[in-house]
C-alpha cells in the first residue's frame, strides 16, 4: 500500500467535499486544485494550491485549458515501479499526483433542461476532467480516483484506517467505476449530439429517427431488497437527469420495493395527465393496484380529489400507492392518513403534512420532479423494442361524433376524464366514470365484454348516467350493448374497427352518445 501524498480536486459537483478535502488536509496530503472548487476549499479555510502554481502555466480560454498540461498527466500517468518514469518525471520537475478527485460538467443536466441551445450543450462538454480521470484509472496502481461524492466517506475513513493508504482493491475498483462514469458520460454527449443538424446546430426536441446505435447508459443509485418476487434480484437506475421516479427523493418510509416503484410510476404518470399543461389542471388523486389505477378523480381540493378516487373501490385501495398532481396539504393528508398507503407520490410535502404521516413509519413518502418521458423500451429475447412515449394529447380536431345523439357538456367532461384514466389501464380496458371520477375500471381482460363486465361489477357508486371510454375500438356490437346495460350514456372510444356501423347502430338503437378520437391506447 502506497501512500496517498499530493490530491488534485476539480469537481461540478461540491455535495461533501469541503468535509473530505478538510480530512484529506488533515493527514498530511497536498491538496490542489482549479477555479471554483480551490475558491470554495479556500473560503472554508482549507490550505490549497491553484492549478497553475503546480503548471506554472495560467487557466486560460475561460477554463478551458487548465489541467491538460504535462505537470498534471506525467504526475498523475508515471509508474512508481519504473526506474525511467521515476528519472524522467524528476528530469522535468514533475511532481507525483496520487490522487484524483474530478466529477464532470453536467452534460445530461444541462441537456434534459427545456430549450437548451447548442452553445450551452457544447460548454458544458468536460474534456479536462475525463482525461485525468482515464490517466489516473489507468495507472490505478499508483493513483486513486475518485468520481463520486458517495465514496468520500469510505475512502476518507480508509485513508485514516491506514495512514493515508489505500489498498490496490480499493483503488481497482475506483478505475472500474471511473471508466464507467467516462463512457457514460461519452454515451451521454454522442445520443445528444446526433440528434442536431450541421445545417442549423439546433437541438431539437426528440430524434427524427431511431438511432442506428442505441447507447444507454444508467449508474446504480439504489439495490432492491429483490424484484418482483423474492427469488429475482432487482436495482433501480438513474439517467443522471435529477427528474422523474428514478431520481425521486425519499422522504420517509421503508425503502422501496421493486413492485412500489413500478406502482409508483404508474401513479405518477396518471397524475401528469393532470398537470399545468392539461385542459384540466384541477387537483387529482390516483389511487394504484399492481399497475391499474383502482380509483382516480379530480376535486376543488386534494382532500376531496382523493376521498372522491378512494369511493370508486376502497377495497383494493387498501395498500396501495397514490399519485397526485399537487403538493401535499394537511387536509390531504388527514385523510390519506386514515388508510394503509404503501407510497405518495407528490410534488412536494407540506411541512404539517410531513409531521402527520411521521406517525406512520412505513409509509413512503416520495418527493418527484416532473420529467417527461421521451421513449419506452421492453425487453425481447436477445434484444429490445423501444418506441416513442405515449404522449399524445387529445385535440379537438380528434373528436367526432358519429351517433345521432350528440353527448352533453356534462358528458364531455366526463368522457374527456375518463378517457385520459383509460389510457392507464391495461388492456383491455374499459372505465366508467362521471364529472371527474371513476366509478368502475375494467382492467386487463382477454375481451373486451369482460372488462366492461368486470368495470361494472366493481363499481361501488351508481352506474346509472356514468359515461365509458374504451382503450381501443369494439370488434362487435356487444361490449356497447354490455355498457348501455350497466347504465351509461355515452361512450368515447377510437373507432376503426371493420364493424364500426354496427357498433354505431347500437349506440343509436341504445341512445348512447358516441364519440370517436382517432387515438387508440393500449397497454400492454
Not at 459537483?13 to 488536509?25: I, Q
Amino acid at each position: 500500500m502506497s501512500l496517498i501524498q499530493r490530491a488534485i480536486l476539480s469537481v461540478t459537483d461540491k455535495s461533501g467535499l469541503v468535509d473530505f478535502a478538510r480530512r484529506l488536509a488533515a493527514l498530511g496530503i497536498e491538496l490542489i486544485s482549479t477555479g471554483g472548487t480551490a475558491k470554495l476549499l479556500r473560503d472554508s479555510g482549507i490550505a490549497v494550491k491553484d492549478i497553475s502554481e503546480l503548471t506554472g502555466f495560467p487557466e486560460m480560454l475561460d477554463g478551458r485549458v487548465k489541467t491538460l498540461h504535462p505537470k498534471v498527466h506525467g504526475g498523475i500517468l508515471h509508474r512508481r515501479d519504473d526506474p525511467k518514469h521515476v528519472v524522467a518525471v524528476a528530469e522535468h520537475g514533475i511532481q507525483p499526483i496520487d490522487m484524483v478527485v474530478v466529477n464532470l460538467y453536467a452534460f445530461e443536466k444541462t441537456a434534459a433542461k427545456p430549450g437548451v441551445t447548442f452553445e450551452e450543450l457544447i460548454e458544458n462538454i468536460d474534456i479536462g476532467g475525463p482525461s485525468m480521470i482515464r490517466s489516473a484509472a489507468k495507472n490505478f496502481r499508483d493513483v486513486a480516483v475518485i468520481t463520486s461524492p458517495a465514496d468520500y466517506e469510505a475512502i476518507a475513513a480508509e485513508l485514516e484506517r491506514e495512514g493515508g493508504a489505500l489498498s490496490k482493491e480499493t483503488k481497482w475498483r475506483l478505475a472500474q467505476k471511473a471508466f464507467a462514469t467516462t463512457a457514460a458520460y461519452d454515451s451521454a454527449i454522442a445520443s445528444t449530439l446526433e440528434r442536431i443538424s450541421a445545417d442549423t446546430f439546433h437541438v431539437q426536441p426528440e430524434a427524427v429517427a431511431f438511432p442506428q446505435i442505441l447507447r444507454l447508459s444508467f449508474r446504480k443509485n439504489l439495490d432492491l431488497r429483490y424484484g418482483e418476487n423474492p427469488h429475482q434480484k432487482a436495482a433501480m437506475y438513474s439517467d443522471g437527469s435529477h427528474t422523474g421516479v428514478a431520481n425521486a427523493r425519499q422522504l420517509q418510509g421503508k425503502e422501496l420495493s421493486y413492485n412500489n416503484i413500478v406502482d409508483l410510476q404508474a401513479a405518477w404518470d396518471l397524475a401528469q395527465e393532470f398537470n399545468e399543461t392539461s385542459a384540466d389542471d384541477s387537483p387529482f388523486c390516483a389511487i394504484i393496484k399492481h399497475t391499474n389505477p383502482c380509483g382516480a378523480a379530480t376535486g376543488k381540493t386534494l382532500a376531496e380529489a382523493y376521498k372522491r378516487a378512494l369511493e370508486c373501490d376502497p377495497v383494493s385501495a387498501f395498500g396501495g400507492v397514490i399519485g397526485v398532481n399537487r403538493p401535499i396539504d394537511p387536509e390531504a393528508a388527514e385523510e390519506m392518513h386514515k388508510l394503509f398507503l404503501e407510497v405518495i407520490a407528490a410534488p412536494g410535502f407540506d411541512e404539517t403534512a410531513k409531521a402527520k404521516f411521521s406517525s406512520k413509519k412505513n409509509v413512503r413518502l416520495v418527493e418527484v420532479a416532473p420529467s417527461p418521458q421521451k421513449w419506452t423500451l421492453k425487453n425481447v429475447s436477445g434484444g429490445i423494442l423501444l418506441q416513442d412515449a405515449d404522449n399524445r394529447p387529445l385535440q379537438d380536431a380528434d373528436l367526432r361524433v358519429v351517433s345521432r345523439r350528440a353527448p352533453t357538456r356534462e358528458e364531455m367532461r366526463a368522457l374527456l376524464f375518463a378517457w385520459k384514466v383509460c389510457k392507464h389501464v391495461k388492456s383491455n380496458a374499459i372505465v366508467y366514470a362521471r364529472d371527474g371520477q371513476t366509478v368502475g375500471v375494467g382492467a386487463g381482460q382477454m375481451s373486451r365484454v369482460d372488462s366492461a363486465k368486470i368495470g361494472a361489477m366493481k363499481a361501488q357508486l351508481p352506474l346509472k348516467g356514468t359515461v365509458a371510454a374504451s382503450d381501443a375500438f369494439f370488434p362487435f356490437p356487444d361490449g356497447v350493448e354490455e355498457i348501455a346495460k350497466a347504465g351509461a350514456t355515452a361512450v368515447i372510444q377510437p373507432g376503426g374497427s371493420q364493424r364500426d356501423p354496427e357498433v354505431i347502430e347500437a349506440a343509436d338503437r341504445l341512445g348512447l352518445a358516441m364519440v370517436f378520437t382517432g387515438v387508440r391506447h393500449f397497454r400492454h
